[in-house]
Nanobody, 125 residues
Framework: VQLQASGGGLVQTGGSLRLSCTASGRFFSSSAMGWFRQAAGKEREFVAAISGNGGSTRYADSVKGRFTISRDNAETMVYLQMNSLKPEDTAVYYC???????????????????WGQGTQVTVSS
């Protein structure tokens, strides 16, 4: 599975962005997809995840109610709609794939075998 994240940019506090992740490979529809982020000087952290069948989603407490993860298995795409952005959301955002989680949405970094290159999101105050 190869992943390509896009959609990052500079936005003001309270604004919105939509991140996209394009996936290639045979196992997309059976793979859980996750979004993680890493701010400068900090460890990578979980943001959101969706199961391979789309029936299960998980969110970090810090983004619940503001971010929405979704997927389109026909287009092999996963999205992260980010609303009400805050300066603390500034980070490089990564999409990742877990080939073995069709029905669950893992939150642990170690569960994901494949990673995209990351896209920068900067929220100005």
């Amino acid at each position: 599975v190869q992943l390509q994240a896009s959609g990052g940019g500079l936005v003001q506090t309270g604004g919105s962005l939509r991140l996209s992740c394009t996936a290639s490979g045979r196992f997309f529809s059976s793979s859980a997809m996750g979004w993680f982020r890493q701010a400068a000087g900090k460890e990578r952290e979980f943001v959101a995840a969706i199961s391979g069948n789309g029936g299960s989603t998980r969110y970090a407490d810090s983004v619940k109610g503001r971010f929405t993860i979704s997927r389109d298995n026909a287009e092999t795409m996963v999205y992260l709609q980010m609303n009400s952005l805050k300066p603390e959301d500034t980070a490089v955002y990564y999409c990742a794939a877990d080939r073995f989680s069709t029905n669950t949405a893992p939150t642990l970094i170690l569960a994901y075998e494949y990673w995209g290159q990351g896209t920068q999101v900067t929220v100005s105050s």
